[in-house]
């Protein structure tokens, strides 16, 4: 009961905010030159007139700006997200196509990112000032200040071009019909890359983070006490360090929810991944304007919805927060 | 060894009969001459077009796809001749108001549907003139396609229609949808339209957007014993070095029309294992263009935009950002068009002496440092040296005082900023020429297109003889005086300058040396693919 009043707190308190992003990505849409048609016949080559009047009245965009605006959101209330410009299908199926391989590679980098900044962070604060701490921090800033494009283009020169070892790109294997385990393996090779550039940057943040709470941690009280106990380092610091130092990392990974959304658009055009990210590119250039507010829409859905996974999380960790804030 | 595709054509049709062969055929493995049957061709494409039909967008995007799919009446054979495809001989009327064509006998849709020529007449009357962009205008005079029997096709147009330019436009613009599917529904949403279903040699079998798209081999293919390869898939990759790792992979073992960086495309042309050429792509020329808006009153002076061409040294750009593809446009056809280029020199070279001279002689004479006048210039981003060019042209023009605020915009803002609100004083973009001055290139310099219209003559400037001859050359009948009546044209646009054609250049394919067959017509990634095979690795 608890869970579902604050749910439905943060869901309500949610809509007012997705409205104005919806509203003002449209306007702020409007400003851009050109239109869908526009960027359309860049594509093809060339067009004529009469082609580009019947192309604008099939999309709706004859008509005047408040007019699309209302219309638009009259058909969002009824949860109608509207027919892609692209694609020629509705938003919701287009989105839907995409979000597999979105989720995916970012539950798995989110993952990756966030268990090996954990373990490396508690390496770091446990021998702090020695070399393994040096060495995971340095480490970690290379990281932090490389850009991912770069990270995954080198990945795929050596890993795939030079050593043959990983696929260069795509979902999975096209064409080869595979199915079951093997099919999850062949897509889990694929992704083997991907979610390595992507989550190598955030592991830097996990990791100093973890390093810095960590730290802070295991200088207080019921720190001494545990061990004045006489319990093991290892009970220490797992047991009692740890689920401490955790909250704050929980926080970050309810804010890099969104982030990830954002930083795939990078990663999904280089491994050649159909996730969002690449969609939301490709509406923008295209000016499809269904499609970018769709995946506003359900982005913003999903921080939501992991930022309320968050919230939960914190009262798990820590009885000391109570539900009802 | 390499086939020609008229030796294979023969080698096949002559041996087609024999019941090995159509084992063979049936089975995969060898087939006649070395050819080896069967495996997957892949191919890459950087962009993903919205629909899969070429009667309806035409743009290589779409071809490279859809023409393994669908075909035309007609395609171009290896010397550039139009030749018989669902058609097989065709009669113009002397007065050139009637073409016939003669289709084939016991083509099949690939749902099983026989194919007529009421799929001629509903791709035409419907298709072409109604919605196919270049289309419309060509056959803007056509009346009706008459069809006395179901392998005849009488297109009745009310003006003269130049047989050459009807069946080189028809290459591309010419490619037949089937009626049964289309008919009596709403043309733009059929679903066909991204499930396309053609008489090709390939059948569609799944497009994933964002992905890829499948076709298969079809067993009752027309051309009997074709295609050898029994999957093409086409993979969408849109970032070009991650193209390149996924051709030296072998993930992929061909793409066209430049879908690597030029840098990559340089790279790839020493290494042994991939063929780099614009072999193939010789019917798809284009230019890196100068537009001038001459609304300003600076341009609207030839001695201006005569002094801008010769301010900017294009060997120069060639070679150092090219990386030496291309030449110094001569007009506005470019030489890879045998048929009309009529071949003259650039006509304004490099010389910043003279672009200063003409610059003073026109009255304007540099101000406070060195500045004449200050110019707006609007990149439209067909390819990664359009921003090249544009710096290149900013400093040249720097050179003899013409100061050039470089305006940043996306590919659908720019084109709507120079077309639509005119809101420019020099673009530069691309420019496609598709084998007929008539199809893509008159346009860019006849008065008379409404505003907005994307690649058609907005630049504020109107010659009444050029107009009287672009209209005269689009319907003269004889193919010797249409010669010569373009390169009347070609010498008064090259005297006026309305814009400028600064290079011809040509689209470079890069494929694996296993491809075998390919790249042997002049629009080779645009074309069946029916004879292409790969050897074994």
């Given amino acids: 009961m608890r869970v579902l009043t604050l749910a439905g707190r943060r869901l309500l308190a949610s809509l007012p905010t997705l409205l104005i992003i919806l509203a003002g990505l449209f306007l702020l849409l409007q400003l851009a030159p050109g239109d869908t048609v526009d960027a359309l016949m860049a594509q093809m080559g060339g067009g004529d007139p009469a082609m580009m009047a019947q192309l604008r009245s099939f999309y709706g965009l004859d008509a005047t700006v408040p007019v699309q605006l209302g219309r638009y959101l009259l058909r969002l209330l009824s949860f109608n997200l509207g027919y892609s410009a692209i694609y020629g299908k509705p938003v919701a199926t287009v989105i839907a196509e995409r979000l597999p391989a979105t989720l995916l590679l970012m539950v798995s980098s989110l993952g990756f990112a966030f268990a090996g900044g954990v373990a490396l962070g508690v390496v770091a604060a446990r021998r702090i000032n020695r070399w393994p701490d040096t060495l995971i921090s340095t480490v970690g800033l290379i990281f932090y200040a490389t850009p991912s494009f770069w990270l995954g283009l080198m990945g795929i020169v050596v890993f795939a071009v030079r050593l043959g070892w990983l696929p260069p790109g795509g979902l999975e294997e096209v064409g080869a019909g595979h199915a079951g385990a093997r099919r999850a393996l062949d897509m889990a090779l ?11 940057i955030f592991l830097a943040t996990y990791l100093r983070i973890m390093r810095a709470a960590m730290l802070e941690v295991m200088g207080q009280d019921f720190i001494r006490t545990a061990r004045a106990k006489g319990l093991s380092e290892t009970a220490v610091v797992v047991r009692h360090a740890l689920r401490n130092a955790m909250l704050p990392m929980v926080t970050l990974l309810g ?14 055009s280089v491994f050649a991944l159909p996730g969002l990210g690449r969609l939301a590119y490709e509406a923008v250039v295209q000016r499809d304007l269904n499609t970018l507010l769709g ?31 | 060894m390499t086939l020609t595709r008229r030796g294979a054509m023969r080698l096949a049709s002559g041996v087609a009969g024999l019941p090995f062969v159509r084992r063979a055929a049936a089975q995969g493995g060898a087939g006649p001459a070395g050819i080896k049957r069967g495996g997957v061709l892949t191919s890459h494409l950087s962009g993903e077009q919205r629909i ?39 009669d113009a009327a002397p007065d050139g108001k009637t073409v016939t064509f003669r289709l084939r006998d016991g083509v099949q849709w690939h749902d099983g549907k026989p194919f007529t020529a009421a799929d001629v007449q509903y791709s035409a009357m419907e298709l072409w003139k109604k919605y196919l962009n270049y289309g419309t ?11 006395p029997d179901p392998h005849t096709a009488v297109f009745r147009y009310s003006r003269p229609m130049p047989e050459d330019l009807l069946l080189r436009a028809l290459c591309d613009l010419g490619y037949i949808a089937p009626h049964h599917v289309f008919a009596g529904t709403d043309v733009l949403e059929n679903p066909a339209n991204t499930a396309p279903i053609g008489t090709g040699p390939f059948k569609f079998v799944q497009y994933e957007r964002g992905q890829y798209v499948i076709a298969d081999r079809n067993p009752a293919y027309w051309r009997e014993g074709f295609p050898f390869v029994d999957r093409i898939v086409w993979r969408f990759i849109t970032d070009r070095a991650a193209a390149a790792a996924a051709l030296e992979t072998g993930q992929v073992q061909v793409t066209c029309y430049n879908g690597l960086s030029l840098a990559d495309l340089d790279r790839l042309k020493s290494d042994l294992n991939y063929v780099v050429t614009t072999r193939g792509s ?3 020329a284009f230019n890196n263009t100068l537009e001038f808006n001459h609304r300003r009153k600076e341009l609207a002076d030839v001695r201006v935009r005569r002094a801008i061409a010769h301010a900017i040294d294009v060997p120069f750009f060639i070679e150092n950002f090219l990386y030496g593809q291309g030449k110094p446009a001569t007009g506005p056809i470019p030489s890879a068009s045998t048929t009309f280029f009529p071949g003259s020199a650039p006509p304004y070279p490099f010389d910043r002496k003279r672009a200063i001279a003409l610059l003073d002689e026109a009255g304007f004479k540099p101000g406070a440092g060195g500045t004449r006048f200050t110019l707006r210039l609007v990149p439209i981003n067909n390819g990664e040296d359009v921003p090249l060019l544009a710096t290149f042209i900013q400093q ?28 420019f004083d020099l673009a530069t973009g691309w420019h496609q020429y598709r084998g007929d001055p008539a199809v893509s290139t008159s346009v860019w310099y006849r008065s008379g297109s409404p505003k907005g219209a994307p690649w058609t003559n907005q630049w504020g400037w109107q010659s009444e003889a050029v107009d009287a001859l672009t209209d005269q050359a689009a319907a003269e009948l004889d193919p010797a005086k249409r010669r010569k009546l373009y390169a009347e044209w070609t010498k008064l646009i090259n005297e006026e300058l309305p814009i400028w054609m600064v290079t011809e250049r040509e689209f470079q394919t890069a494929a694996t040396k296993r491809l075998q067959n390919g790249l042997n017509t002049p629009r080779w990634g645009s074309s069946d693919w029916h004879d292409a095979w790969l050897a074994p690795a």
């Fill in chain 1, 255 to 268: 804010l890099q929810v969104g982030n990830l959304l954002g930083g795939s658009v990078v990663v999904e």
């Fill in chain 2, 52 to 90: 899969l039909n070429p009667a309806l967008r035409a743009s290589t995007g779409v071809y490279i796809i859809t023409s393994k799919i669908m075909e035309g009446l007609v395609d171009l054979d290896a010397s550039g001749k139009p030749v018989p495809v669902l058609a097989t001989g065709w």
């Fill in chain 2, 396 to 423: 040249s023009l720097q050179a003899v005082g013409i100061k050039v605020e470089i305006v940043n915009l996306d590919t659908a803002g720019a084109l709507s900023a120079v077309y639509r609100d005119w809101n």
């Fill in chain 2, 137 to 147: 205008q060509l056959q803007q005079y056509l009346q009706a396609v008459d069809t």
């Fill in chain 1, 295 to 325: 995946i506003v829409f359900v982005s913003a859905l999903l921080v939501i919805a992991a930022n309320f996974a968050v919230d939960v999380l914190y009262a798990r960790l820590d009885p000391r927060i109570p539900g009802e804030r």
């Fill in chain 2, 282 to 284: 010789e019917a798809n």
């Fill in chain 1, 190 to 200: 694929h992704l083997l890359l991907p979610t390595a550039t992507l989550s190598l």
